[in-house]
């Protein structure tokens, strides 16, 4: 098997999950997303370059992976593969552990839902870009 990664493509959708984050969990959702989890203001203001570093390596991972599942599809198959992954496996896998762990509708439509729109962009852009 002759895998071929694009790694411009990679890198831009890594980038593209902290669009979707600042827009999903600021502007979109702030509020009713700290709520759900639990988070407070304080919270969010210690420990931020840690989680913005561990958020870009394991979002370049996540790139990569899908990078790599896509292969040479073109935009459209990418846009479905990243719909497919973010929709059929990361957000049903959330929806599994926040069933276990008790936690609330509203939190798993927050974080499922923002998992299925980044991957589908990160899938776009892939797609497009390594075919």
């Known amino acids: ?3 071929q990664i694009n790694w411009l493509a990679v ?13 999903w969990y600021s502007l979109l959702f702030a509020k009713p997303w700290q709520k759900a989890a ?3 203001d304080e919270q969010l203001k210690t420990g931020t370059a ?5 958020s870009f390596i394991l979002a370049v991972v996540m790139a990569i992976f899908l990078a790599a599942f896509i292969g ?3 935009f459209a198959f990418g846009t479905f593969a990243g719909l497919a992954a973010g929709l059929g496996w990361v ?3 959330l929806g599994v552990n926040y069933l276990f762990e008790r936690r609330n509708l509203a939190l798993f439509a927050i ?7 980044t991957f589908t962009a990160m899938g776009a852009i892939i797609g497009a870009m390594q075919a």
């Open 11 to 23: 890198l831009l959708a890594a980038l593209a999950t902290f669009v979707v984050g600042g827009l």
């Open 111 to 117: 974080n499922g839902s923002y998992n299925v729109v």
């Open 38 to 40: 639990g988070v407070s």
């Open 91 to 93: 957000a049903t896998a």
């Open 1 to 3: 098997m002759d895998i």
């Open 72 to 74: 040479r599809g073109g």
């Open 50 to 54: 840690r989680v913005f570093a561990g």
